[in-house]
Nanobody, 126 residues
Framework: QVQVVESGGGLVQAGGSLRLSCTAS????????MGWFRQAPGKEREGVSC????????YYADSVKGRFTISRDNAKNTLYLQMTSLKPEDTAMYYC???????????????????WGQGTQVTISS
C-alpha cells in the first residue's frame, strides 16, 4: 500500500522560509519522478517544481524560480522543497505527487500522477 505524506507547512511572515518534506512508502522511490503542486483558494492546482529520479534534472514554475529549491534523497524516500523569500501569493495547500516515468523533470499533467499526498498548508502573512 502506497502512502505519500507531506509535512513542514505553517504560518510565516513574508520574506521568511519554510522547508517542506514528502515521504513516500510502499513504492520504489527512485523509480518515480516527483513533483510539488499547490492550490490556492479559488484557483486551479498548479505545478510548482518537479524533479527526475536522480535529482539531476529539475523544473520550476516561473513564479518560484530563484526562491524555491527542490531536492530528493532516494535513500530516505523523501522529497524536499526549500522555500525562501516567501510572498503572500505563495499561500496555498502544497501537495506532493509521484509519476511513474522517472526520467521527466518538467511537471506533467496532474491526471498522469499515480500517487498524491493529502497536502500541507502554507500561509504567508504580509
Amino acid at each position: 500500500q502506497v502512502q505519500v505524506v507531506e509535512s513542514g507547512g505553517g504560518l510565516v511572515q513574508a520574506g521568511g522560509s519554510l522547508r517542506l518534506s514528502c515521504t513516500a512508502s510502499g513504492l520504489r522511490f527512485a523509480d518515480y519522478h516527483m513533483g510539488w503542486f499547490r492550490q490556492a483558494p479559488g484557483k486551479e492546482r498548479e505545478g510548482v517544481s518537479c524533479i527526475n529520479w536522480s535529482g539531476g534534472s529539475t523544473y520550476y514554475a516561473d513564479s518560484v524560480k530563484g526562491r524555491f529549491t527542490i531536492s530528493r534523497d532516494n535513500a530516505k524516500n523523501t522529497l524536499y522543497l526549500q522555500m525562501t523569500s516567501l510572498k503572500p501569493e505563495d499561500t496555498a495547500m502544497y501537495y506532493c505527487a509521484a509519476h511513474p516515468n522517472p526520467y521527466y523533470s518538467r511537471c506533467q499533467p496532474e491526471s498522469t500522477y499515480n500517487y498524491w499526498g493529502q497536502g500541507t498548508q502554507v500561509t504567508i502573512s504580509s
